[in-house]
């Protein structure tokens, strides 16, 4: 007799079609060899996948099942504390007033540095617990608090060992130019990430992406067009910090390079949404970042207008302090207006294509991977009308029960 795990008589199931939710109410979910076997009406699923049987067996009456968040863009690994920061902002002083005050990421470089590789990955550890806690079952973490060839590849594998210990799959990307250091001017600091990083990242088979912080000021679109096209002749798939606080010409880059995604995009236009669609490159929204720094939201009216899959991460770093995917879903409602349907698709089918996952991630369907949340609300649309609390009650891994709050 074959093993599986059963969720059964679910208020609502969310389940992810090519183009809409496709919800199901009264539903059950079966998982065998970690993924989806039956996902329906619970008479039908448990017709033909019995609880008697089931090695485990969870009762989600009165709740919502859905896919596990995704979470495509964070700067997870880290050290040190930058509290304080969050104090000045609230006193008026902008991000690059900060950082020119010796704050910012060259703070958190320096710690980094300063950090071995065993508090990188306890740190690491700690927070996915805290993703895990709010259904993210798959994440995205970058380096960049590095820049320098040891410590970005010290970065690099504690994301390898985190991942290797933590139930959520962690997605390496590798970020060299997130900053210039000091005493480094732009085009030497290009120089060093192409001909000093890069090689070593991609001959020990480190990281999966290569992103740039294109923006003005820090590299510009044709630096940031080196470094992406030495990282994709290595074989890291190009991604872009594009439109942040000024619109410089990322997003097109982004479009250019046939990248993975274009993120952030508080700045970018119609014309830059219509050339990501075109392009096929997925619009990565983080609403929490605009929430830290009291800016305007991006609009994603404009990406699903040009017939976009829109994304929405959290940005998890030490400016924009949230682990909750959940948080960003109901940011992506309240700050950005997406209805529910479509910020948790976007936390989900968006943000897999944002990692390149199109192989069913993000989707309850037969055949794709059993990664789901349970929550403790009637039908999706409580997830962000009952915003600032978690709903999480449950998350399976592959079928297996990796968080239990009851």
């Not at 007799?1 to 079966?30: F, W």
């Not at 900060?98 to 710690?111: E, Y």
């Not at 274009?262 to 983080?286: F, G, I, N």
């Not at 390149?356 to 039908?379: C, K, N």
Request: glycine share 10%.
């Amino acid at each position: 007799m074959t093993e599986y795990t059963l969720v059964h008589d679910a208020a609502q199931l969310v389940r992810n079609g090519d183009n809409g939710l496709d919800t199901v109410s009264g539903a059950a979910v079966a998982v065998e060899d970690g993924h989806v076997v039956a996902a329906g009406p619970t008479d039908e699923v448990v017709r033909a996948y019995p609880g008697e049987n089931a090695v485990v067996a969870v009762d989600a009456g009165g709740k919502t099942v859905l896919p596990g968040f995704v979470d495509p863009h964070t700067h997870a690994v880290f050290a040190g504390d930058r509290a304080d920061e969050f104090t000045d902002k609230l006193r008026g002083k902008t991000y690059q007033e900060i950082a020119a005050a010796g704050g910012g990421i060259l703070r958190t470089v320096r710690a980094v540095r300063e950090a071995t590789r065993e508090t990188l990955v306890e740190n690491l550890l700690s927070q996915l617990d805290g993703m895990l806690a709010h259904g993210t079952t798959t994440a995205e973490v970058k380096s960049g608090y590095g820049l320098r060839p040891d410590t970005e590849t010290k970065l690099l594998e504690a994301i390898r060992e985190a991942d290797d210990r933590h139930p959520i799959d962690l997605v390496p990307t590798f970020m060299g130019a997130h900053a210039v250091p000091d005493d480094w001017s732009t085009d030497d600091y290009v120089d060093h990430v192409i001909e000093d990083q890069l090689p070593v990242v991609a001959d020990r088979g480190l990281a999966e992406f290569c992103d740039v912080f294109c923006e003005a000021g820090i590299f510009s679109v044709e630096q940031s067009r080196r470094i992406l096209t030495a990282g994709r002749d290595y074989g890291l798939t190009p991604k872009v910090h594009a439109e942040e606080f000024e619109r410089i010409g990322g997003a097109e880059l982004a479009a250019e390079l046939g990248a993975a995604s274009a993120d952030h995009l508080l700045e970018a236009t119609a014309a830059d949404a219509q050339a990501l669609a075109r392009a096929d490159v997925v619009p990565v929204l983080l609403p929490g970042t605009a929430f830290a720094l009291a800016a305007d939201y991006a609009d994603p009216d404009q990406f699903a207008a040009a017939g976009a899959e829109v994304a929405i991460a959290t940005d998890f770093n030490p400016n924009c302090f949230s682990q909750s995917m959940e948080f960003a879903v109901d940011l992506a409602c309240h700050g950005m207006r997406m209805e529910p349907g479509s910020a948790i698709r976007a936390a989900t089918v968006g943000a897999a294509a944002a990692i390149t996952r199109r192989d069913g991630l993000g989707r309850l369907r037969e055949g794709h991977p059993g990664d789901l949340v349970i929550a403790d609300v009637p039908d999706c649309e409580h997830l962000p009308y009952n915003f600032g609390v978690s709903t999480v009650e449950t998350v399976l891994k592959a079928g297996e029960v990796v968080y239990d709050a009851r």
